[in-house]
T-cell receptor, first 114, second 114 residues
Framework: DTAVSQTPKYLVTQMGNDKSIKCEQN?????MYWYKQDSKKFLKIMFS???????INETVPNRFSPKSPDKAHLNLHINSLELGDSAVYFC?????????????FGEGSRLTVL | SQQGEEDPQALSIQEGENATMNCSYK?????LQWYRQNSGRGLVHLIL?????REKHSGRLRVTLDTSKKSSSLLITASRAADTASYFC??????????????FGQGTILTVHP
């Protein structure tokens, strides 16, 4: 069974559209994250939720809205997509905040905005 | 600003040789972690070293940490073609604006030729 699964794996869409990426973890972890990896492979945290509560909200345009219906799910909705949003988005989870342990990553969702 | 910076950016070696990657960071840390990313895949945790540790081993991996120099190194011994991947260091610090975040470097691309 996949520990952290995210869908879709690939997403190609036009500028201005709205899209969502879903993430689920079956590890029983309390904390979930969204990271963005750009074309140079630089990984930057976007959001983090702990037990459905938002604990990290980096300087991300408010077109990006995370939603955590329960602690096993963290979805990412993006409004009015722009060319610069093209990237690979990774969901991750951890048993605790990362200062004590490792992160478990999903396989990534490659978003291409045309 | 980016916390970890890896050196070299790319490393190409023959199977059986050792591979050494270095990571430098700028601020205090609680721990430093190394991750591997195969092409088109998610990140996989390799090893975690705490700020009060100097060296850690896991199989063919050896990690060192020098907090006075704010640097870490990852050594992969007797490399295999399957070790071909990008390797990232990531730092965790549980104070202030770094709370709850794992900050990644840009990675070293390792290619192991059979």
């Amino acid at each position: 069974d996949t520990a952290v699964s995210q869908t879709p794996k690939y997403l190609v869409t036009q500028m201005g559209n709205d899209k969502s990426i879903k993430c689920e973890q079956n590890l029983g972890h309390d904390t979930m994250y969204w990271y963005k990896q750009d074309s140079k492979k630089f990984l930057k945290i976007m959001f983090s939720y702990n037990n459905k509560e938002l604990i990290i909200n980096e300087t991300v345009p408010n077109r990006f809205s995370p939603k955590s219906p329960d602690k096993a799910h963290l979805n990412l909705h993006i409004n009015s997509l722009e060319l610069g949003d093209s990237a690979v988005y990774f969901c991750a989870s951890s048993a605790d905040i990362p200062n004590t342990g490792e992160l478990f990553f999903g396989e990534g969702s490659r978003l291409t905005v045309l | 600003s980016q916390q970890g910076e890896e050196d070299p950016q790319a490393l190409s070696i023959q199977e059986g040789e050792n591979a050494t990657m270095n990571c430098s960071y700028k601020t205090s840390i609680n721990n430093l972690q190394w991750y591997r990313q195969n092409s088109g895949r998610g990140l996989v945790h390799l090893i975690l070293i705490r700020s009060n540790e100097r060296e850690k081993h896991s199989g063919r991996l050896r990690v060192t940490l020098d907090t006075s120099k704010k640097s870490s190194s990852l050594l992969i011994t007797a490399s295999r073609a399957a070790d071909t991947a990008s390797y990232f260091c990531a730092t965790a610090y549980n104070r202030g604006t770094s709370y709850g975040k794992l900050t990644f470097g840009q990675g070293t691309i390792l290619t192991v030729h059979p």
